[in-house]
């Protein structure tokens, strides 16, 4: 079973600056899918950005990039010039490939609260 | 992107009834949709996938017959908590994916039983 660990439960950092969330996971599957998603205080969940395993190549979505170490299984997030709007929840998520036509299920990392100060 | 519906928001039932959670999927057809709790502070706990026109996979240690999923059309899946205790008052998120690999999420639903 895959398993998905962010060992920071909390993060605070102040506006503007840059602040990367870590997360590891563990699998035996060769292709597959990570994700970042926000939790906002409203609680809905958000895409933030999302890495094929297949692409060497690491995504980046304006402010949001990710370190994607494939043979360390790790997928960090990075986000610079940091906003207020940026305190929320981060949750990392592991997802196998599709195959037919079920949908494959999310796995969830424990969490990082992260606190942009003023 | 894709938009989910989820309704109720919150709902505050009392002990003993059954509450109707709905997931809808607006503008795109949802085979398979995902149910999940959270509790405060933490991580998404998936309870199960709901299969349209078919039965439910419930997760290990996730009570099929007090947590009642019906997935009868293409974009209508429905969570019921049957014989409500305060011990099931948390929050509940559906998620449905288009073809591809982006879940899509509804608002959550804040069930709290007295």
């Known amino acids: 079973a895959q398993t998905v660990t962010q060992s920071q439960p909390e993060m605070s950092v102040q506006e503007a600056e840059t602040v990367t969330l870590s997360c590891t996971y563990d699998?035996?599957?060769?292709?597959?899918?990570l994700f970042w998603y926000k939790q906002p205080p409203s609680r809905q969940m958000i895409l933030v950005i999302r890495?094929?395993?297949?692409?060497?190549q690491n995504a980046t979505e304006n402010r949001f990039s990710v370190n994607f170490q494939k043979a360390a299984k790790s997928f960090s997030l990075k986000i610079s010039d940091s906003q207020l709007g940026d305190t929320a929840m981060y949750f990392c998520?592991?997802?196998?490939?599709?195959?037919?036509?079920?949908?494959?299920?999310?796995?969830f990392g424990q969490g990082t609260r992260l606190t942009i100060n003023p | 992107g894709a938009v989910v519906s989820q309704h109720p928001s919150r709902v505050i039932c009392k002990s003993g009834t059954s509450v109707k959670i709905e997931c809808r999927s607006l503008?795109?057809?949802?085979?398979?949709m995902f149910w999940y709790r959270q509790f405060p502070k933490q991580s998404l706990m998936l309870m199960a996938t709901?299969?349209?026109?078919?039965?439910?996979?419930?997760e290990q240690g996730v009570e099929k017959d007090k947590f009642l999923i019906n997935h009868a059309s293409l974009t209508l899946s429905t969570l019921t908590v049957t014989s409500a205790h305060p011990e099931d008052s948390s929050f509940y998120i559906c998620?449905?994916?288009?073809?591809?690999?982006?879940?899509?999420f509804g608002q959550g639903t804040r069930l709290t039983v007295v």
């Open positions: 998620s449905a994916r288009v073809q591809g690999a982006e879940a899509f």
């Open positions: 998520a592991f997802m196998k490939l599709p195959r037919g036509q079920g949908a494959q299920k999310l796995v």
């Open positions: 699998t035996s599957e060769s292709n597959y899918y």
């Open positions: 709901s299969n349209e026109g078919s039965k439910a996979t419930y």
């Open positions: 503008d795109f057809q949802a085979t398979t």
């Open positions: 890495q094929e395993a297949y692409k060497q």
